[in-house]
């Protein structure tokens, strides 16, 4: 058996033309067609996912850039984050929500998630800015909640909330596209909504992100500070500080091709989660992370709106594993230092110094991680939550241990176009196998 990767990037053959475009026009430079057109195949997608038919005036624009970082880099800056202002941002997900905060001299405060959908507790958003106001005097400038694995934040009580308070939502929605809460695909809600097209996500251009925002004014200023703020003068001329963050022709010729395929991809995604669902069903001590519904949520709490659906891309299928599981093996999980990037991640260069760190994943799930990666198949451990980086050690958070408890038992399984049933299948075998 091949190798199984978590998520591979998959072509639809359509690409090369668009690429091969590009050159025959020369547009080999971070603008040009391709861009334009995949610009608008974006603003198609996300537009005719209201509920409420929106008129071209009030249509969403996308813009898009060299990066989902970039993305959320440049919507903090469009808020008017700048150094000594804080921003409540999700714990729970990947460094690329809370960095941009610190590139800008801002603070990141990080929000717990529920135990029900994995992301942004609205109660503890609420309490947060209750608590930042009081001690400082100051409303957070901006709110980042994150689509983990695809699956939707309550976006129905965060926009309630922020807009209450009058701050921004910026919805990081970089592993969510295509995911749904209430019929609308997320990136749409907030002030500002991020994508991502690197490598392993939903759809790729090799690397490349872009920014969801209101209106055509928005969406000029997001290209102003995106390709080096220049003003319309015959020679350079800089009254602010910009950022070459524009994408370039031959990714978005990728792009355009991605886009002939990305229903069936989300398609596959859910088809693949299902299949998991369905032959995990009945193998004690792992549950497989699927779409909450209204009875998940216990009375107490302030539920979703009694026709409220969440609808993941599960462009990452999650399972968490029982405590009380054993593994076999278990007991060696953790006995030595991780020399090589775990799974071929790419750009890990810094050697691990030690085995184990103060905040890590059960040994049962170590051994799981183990034990797949022997059959060949790339299974990775929950998001560390940035609350629990040393490197934010000094960050403020808001926390009820929902992420640090999944954290401890999670582990991603392989997802996307090119898992097959067949591979599902033997994955779950290997479970099951590795079940002592
Ligand atoms: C991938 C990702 C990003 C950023 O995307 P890049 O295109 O890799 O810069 C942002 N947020 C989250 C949660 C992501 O998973």
């Not at 921003?87 to 998630?113: E, K, M, N, R």
């Not at 069936?264 to 299902?274: F, L, T």
């Not at 691990?352 to 049962?364: G, L, R």
């Not at 009820?400 to 408890?405: H, Y």
């Amino acid at each position: 058996m091949d190798r199984i990767y978590l998520c591979l990037a998959h072509m639809s053959g359509k690409e090369q033309d668009f690429i091969k475009e590009a050159f025959d026009t020369n547009w080999v430079v971070p603008m040009g067609p391709n861009v334009n057109a995949f610009e608008k195949d974006l603003e198609h997608f996300v537009n005719s996912s209201y509920n409420v038919q929106r008129t071209t005036s009030n249509e969403k624009r996308v813009v898009c850039l060299s990066a989902g970082t970039a993305a959320v880099h440049l919507a903090l800056l469009a808020c008017g984050v700048g150094p000594g202002d804080e921003v409540l941002v999700q714990s729970f997900t990947f460094c690329a929500s809370s960095h941009p905060i610190t590139y800008l001299g801002a603070t990141p405060v990080f929000i717990d998630s529920e135990r029900e959908s994995w992301n942004m507790d609205p109660d503890l958003l609420e309490e947060a800015i209750k608590d930042r106001i009081a001690k400082t005097g100051k409303t957070p400038k901006a709110i980042i909640p994150v689509a983990l694995y695809g699956m939707p934040y309550r976006i129905d009580r965060i926009m309630e909330i922020a807009d209450r308070y009058g701050i921004p939502v910026i919805e990081d929605a970089a592993e969510g596209l295509g995911s749904r809460f209430n019929g609308q695909v997320l990136g749409t809600f907030g002030k500002y909504g991020v994508l991502s097209f690197n490598g392993n996500k939903m759809i790729t251009t090799s690397g490349g992100g872009a920014l969801i925002c209101d209106d055509e004014k928005d969406k000029n200023e997001i290209l102003f500070y995106a390709t080096q703020a220049r003003e319309s003068y015959p020679y350079y001329q800089h009254e602010h500080i910009g950022y070459n963050y524009r994408m370039s022709n031959i990714c978005a010729g990728i792009g355009r091709g991605q886009m002939t395929v990305i229903d069936d991809h989300i398609a596959h995604h859910k088809h693949v989660q299902d299949l998991y669902c369905e032959l995990l069903k009945d193998v004690k001590g792992i549950t497989m992370h699927t779409n909450p519904t209204l009875a998940d949520y216990p009375d107490n709490v302030q539920r979703p709106t009694s026709n409220a659906t969440f609808d993941s891309n599960f462009w990452l299928c999650t399972c968490t594993l029982d405590p009380d599981l054993k593994v076999k093996g278990q007991e060696n999980a953790y006995k030595e230092v991780v020399t090589g990037a775990v799974g071929g991640a790419a750009g890990v260069t810094h050697a691990a110094s030690t085995a184990v760190t103060d905040c890590q994943p059960n040994a049962n799930v170590e051994a799981m991680r183990v034990a797949l990666d022997a059959a060949n198949i790339e299974a990775r451990p929950l998001w560390k939550p940035m609350h629990k980086q040393p490197v934010y050690r000094d960050a403020p958070a808001y926390v009820n241990g929902v992420s640090e408890s999944l954290f401890a038992v999670g582990l991603c399984l392989p997802a996307g176009p090119y898992v097959t049933d067949d591979h599902v299948r033997y994955i779950v075998d290997a479970i099951k196998a590795a079940i002592a």
